[in-house]
Nanobody, 116 residues
Framework: VQLQASGGGLVQPGGSLRLSCAAS????????MSWYRQAPGKQRELVAG???????NYADSVKGRFTISRDNAKNTVDLQMNSIKPEDTAVYYC???????????WGRGTLVTVSS
């Protein structure tokens, strides 16, 4: 099983970034997919999640700025980040949770640094 996150990097405040997570080794379409993040010295928190059918939910802190999407044919889940703020600086993790069961997987994370 692999969840390979990519797309992180250094971005200026107000800028945009697109994270992508490529999944393999499990039945992607059977899993609820999420992005979490962990800022330095803070607990990991949910950023956004998306159901198998494409219904999304967001943390209040990113609502209206971030968009999560998934492609069940390509086994990918993306996070489009717009109007980025310094407080968005964190390691972003891709997370897969099996629907109606307990199996779950974490990706290794990709670092997003927001700085001018």
């Amino acid at each position: 099983v692999q969840l390979q996150a990519s797309g992180g990097g250094l971005v200026q405040p107000g800028g945009s970034l697109r994270l992508s997570c490529a999944a393999s080794g499990f039945t992607f379409s059977s899993y609820y997919m999420s992005w979490y993040r962990q800022a330095p010295g803070k607990q990991r928190e949910l950023v956004a999640g998306i159901t198998r059918a494409g219904s999304a939910n967001y943390a209040d802190s990113v609502k209206g700025r971030f968009t999560i999407s998934r492609d069940n044919a390509k086994n990918t889940v993306d996070l489009q980040m717009n109007s980025i703020k310094p407080e968005d600086t964190a390691v972003y993790y891709c997370y897969a949770k099996q629907v109606f069961a307990s199996r779950d997987y974490w990706g290794r994370g990709t670092l997003v640094t927001v700085s001018s």
